[in-house]
């Protein structure tokens, strides 16, 4: 099964990176708005779901699988696809926090496609959250 990990540096503390990250609804507001144009939280089922409108017109359902304060990391998984496990976790790092974004995958050719996507993601995070925004400290 193939994996896709993706981490960069974001000069921003990690409690910060993580009250956006843990907001799950609010991805086009609070973490990637140039990534993700409407996150809606879906209210007809049993575990926590979003739908993800993505700036390049793919909408995706995404089933939320843990909110870890503790370990501020994320699990999410993708409908529609043979297999997705998605882990966004942040850490402390000097200068602010290491967020790593990890994937497993299947079809193996759906992990060429979102390779690039996490990476822009996360370019897309970076320059949000350290560009001024309202975020809090």
């Given at each position: ?98 967020v790593t974004w990890t994937a497993d ?12 996507m996490m990476g822009a ?17």
């Amino acid at each position: 099964m193939p994996t896709v990990h993706h981490e960069i540096t974001i000069a921003r503390r990690p409690a910060a990176v993580w009250e956006a990250a843990r907001d799950v609804g609010a991805l086009h507001t609070r973490l990637v708005p140039a990534f993700v144009t409407d996150t809606q939280m879906l209210a007809d089922t049993v575990t926590p779901t979003r739908r993800v409108t993505f700036a390049s017109g793919t909408v995706a359902d995404e089933v939320i699988v843990s909110i870890d304060d503790e370990r501020r990391r994320l699990v999410w998984s993708v409908l529609g696809v043979e297999h997705h496990n998605g882990a966004l976790q942040i850490f402390a790092a000097p200068g602010g926090s290491r967020v790593t974004w990890t994937a497993d995958v299947l079809p193996a050719a759906f992990a060429a496609r979102i390779d690039p996507m996490m990476g822009a993601g996360l370019q897309c995070m970076k320059a949000f959250l350290e560009g001024g925004s309202s975020m809090p400290e």
